[in-house]
């Protein structure tokens, strides 16, 4: 099992561009989410989704969408760039009372 | 709203020191309770939980107790290694299968 995956690993972005980072499980786990980790902030939901079809808005949504046509795959999507969203992102899938997270990726805004 | 507070890092300790990471916790409901840990450049790895009241969570040579009565899900270890250097973060899941709130975490520094 590769557990959770994603892609990116780093990228740059300027401001107003747009780029989908991506996360794949398979683990067949239903339960997917997307967060972001800034200094002294800890972990924040963005978004999350309990099946495919099905998504729904965390803590922080603004600025990112979500779609989830398969149970493995859950991307997420930034359609306009800010210098605001300059985080490390993490995906999750989670099964019973466990997470299991993929080793992030690191984004940038200038 | 479902909060969880943690301890201010960094903590920096010795080899073979004894170790405590205090949490505190608000919910409205019965939550389950969670200690996750972030080694460095990795995402986050599940290091025990506690799903009631009074059940001791263990892993690794950590342990942290579910105390309703004091809100509270500390994390302690007898005896630090180095290689125990990461940030812990303490989390509550309010519905069972559900989404966590997490703390913002403590950075654990061992020293040899």
């Known amino acids: 099992n590769a557990g959770v995956t994603q892609t990116p690993k780093f990228q740059v972005l300027k401001t107003g561009q747009s780029m989908t980072l991506q996360c794949a499980q398979d683990m067949n786990h239903e339960y997917m989410s997307w967060y972001r980790q800034d200094p002294g902030m800890g972990l924040r939901l963005i978004h999350y989704?309990?099946?495919?079809?099905?998504?729904d808005q965390g803590e922080v949504p603004n600025g990112y969408n979500v779609s989830r046509s398969t149970t493995e795959d859950f991307p997420l999507r930034l359609l306009s760039a800010a210098p605001s969203q300059t985080s490390v992102y993490f995906c999750?899938?989670?099964?019973?009372?466990?997470?299991?997270f993929g080793p992030g990726t690191r984004l940038t805004v200038t | 709203g479902d909060s969880v507070t943690q301890m201010e890092g960094p903590v920096t300790l010795s080899e073979e020191a004894f170790l405590t990471i205090n949490c505190t916790y608000t919910a409205t409901g019965y939550p389950s309770l969670f200690w996750y840990v972030q080694y460095p450049g990795e995402g986050l790895q599940l290091l025990l939980k506690a799903t009631k009241a009074d059940d001791k969570g263990s892993n690794k040579g950590f342990e942290a107790t579910y105390r309703k009565e004091t809100t509270s899900f500390h994390l302690e270890k007898g005896s630090v290694q180095v290689s125990d250097s990461a940030v812990y973060f303490c989390a509550l899941s309010d519905q069972g299968y559900s989404t966590l709130t997490f703390g913002k975490g403590t950075m654990l520094l061992v020293s040899p």
């Open positions: 999750a899938s989670q099964e019973d009372y466990e997470q299991y």
């Open positions: 989704s309990v099946g495919a079809g099905i998504t």
